[in-house]
């Protein structure tokens, strides 16, 4: 289908985070979950303001939407972004916090090992579908988790990581073992540089403006 909107490519091969997630999953989660938000948004803003819209600004614009296909379509805008966020947030290779992002855990955290476990936990305790962040906010990192579409930045909140805790993220490799799949996630997967990159943009972005 066409459309302003494209499905971004993943950016690793889809059997790249095996054996922690499987190819199998990523495939539906990739071609069927994720492209299905991007078909569906592009039905949706079909004819109207939302159709020259970046993403971020239709997620910003319908948030706190009322009518009903204002919160269809931040539904799906939000999940394009969510999943597109996702992805970027694994590496199937080892990363290490970048000296700025490790003493800013430091600072915040104790140490990684902290907030990874806080960051299990949130994703532990979202109850129903959702997603669990590491976020940057007044100057300072934060655990979030949100439920269904949301996401913090919709609140223009700067998002550093996230884990998608919808039952399709897990269930082919995991089934119901949502925590396993945390932890497995957390301890193979995570992507720090990714991290440590939105970290940096935040530092940009205030120079900017300055
Ligand atoms: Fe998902």
Known sequence: MSGPFKLAPLPWDEKALEPTIAARTISFHYHKHHQAYVDMLNKLVEGGKFASMKLEEIVRATAE??????????????????????????????????????????????????????????????FGSGWAWLVSKDGKLAIEKTANAMTPMARGVNCLLTIDVWEHAYYLDYQNARPKYLESVLADLINWDYAARNLAQEDNAVRAAA
């Not at 931040?74 to 597109?84: E, L, T």
């Open 65 to 126: 939407g009322r009518e009903e296909k204002e919160k269809k379509i931040f539904n799906n805008a939000a999940q394009v972004w969510n999943h597109d966020f996702y992805w970027r947030s694994l590496s199937p290779a080892k990363t290490e916090p970048s000296p700025k992002l490790a003493s800013a855990i430091a600072r915040d955290f104790g140490d990684v090992s902290n907030l990874v476990s806080q960051l299990a936990e949130a994703g532990k305790t979202q």
